[in-house]
């Protein structure tokens, strides 16, 4: 496994929508997932209430949730697709309820330029695109024009992939950062995600588990998706609702390989272990030659 470079655990700004920023680099952020759906992978049904979609943000937030990331639309393979309306219904109230809460940053997991625009006025920090800007590149513009911070995600789905995953990835990011600079999306505003699970099998995703600070190359921060993936399962044998002991186990490995934002379903145990990292980044960072 190829170390990250040091420098990725120097802080630096993520500035999102209203003026919001988080400093990443010295300590691990974490993104809480709500999903106001029926039919998600593992915990379908739970949040598709308002009620208990804000009920869970806010306990997600108590337990040390520095983002929650709100999506309407089930991305799991094989999962019926829903009209702009019906996401548009499921999400904006839980995100109007939730604006302006102290401490809270919210997310939106949308790749419809339309939702985008919608969550981002009803007080959303940011747009998380499962399609990397490459579905509806109008999403760039808008997330532009609300100055909003972008998660750019990888996928393998619906074209031909190169048999190299980091080249596969570097392809695919430089495609949707032109889209994103075309737009005027603010480098500072940019995450990437290499989309853990999205169209990639269980070998897959554990070589890019092994090679992933190969993608600071890119010089952008970068958010892991591992939460409860097929592949946990594999490696694990459990359902999907019993595999956040092996979720936290992925996040403290790609940590220690630089990840700078990590999207889960159980924050407490990844908080936990990613305090550990955190600790170790710490301690090697002082054995760096010519720190502190």
Partial sequence: MQSPPFTVFESRTLQ???????????????????????????????HAAAGDAIAAAK???????????????STRPGAEPVSAREEQRRILPVIEALAGAPGL???VDTWRAETADLALRAGAHMVNDV???????????????????????????ERDVDPDPVRDQIAWFNAS????????IETG???????????KNADLNMELMVRFAELHDLGLPLL??????????????????????????????????????????????????????????????KKEPGHG
């Fill in 177 to 184: 950062l032109d889209i994103a600079q075309g737009a005027g």
């Fill in 16 to 46: 999102l929508a209203r003026g919001a920023s988080i400093e990443l680099g010295p300590r691990a952020r974490i993104m809480g997932i709500v999903n106001a759906t029926p039919d998600s992978f593992s915990d379908g049904g739970l």
């Fill in 105 to 107: 940053l919210i997310s």
């Fill in 224 to 285: 892991a998706g591992t939460s409860r993936k097929r592949f946990i399962g594999a490696l694990t044998g459990r359902d999907a609702a019993d595999r956040d002991v092996g979720t936290t186990a992925t996040s403290v490995a790609l940590r220690l390989a630089g990840a700078a934002i990590f999207r889960v379903h159980n924050v407490g145990f990844n908080r936990d272990g990613l305090a550990v990292a955190d600790a170790m980044v710490q301690i090697s960072r």
């Fill in 59 to 73: 306990s997600m937030t108590a337990e040390g949730a520095d983002i929650i990331d709100i999506g309407g639309e």
């Fill in 189 to 199: 505003r940019i995450l990437l995600d290499p989309g853990f699970g999205f169209a």
């Fill in 131 to 157: 399609w990397g800007l490459q579905r509806e590149p109008k999403i760039a513009n808008v997330a532009a024009r609300h100055g909003a911070g972008v998660a750019i995600m990888h996928t393998g789905r």
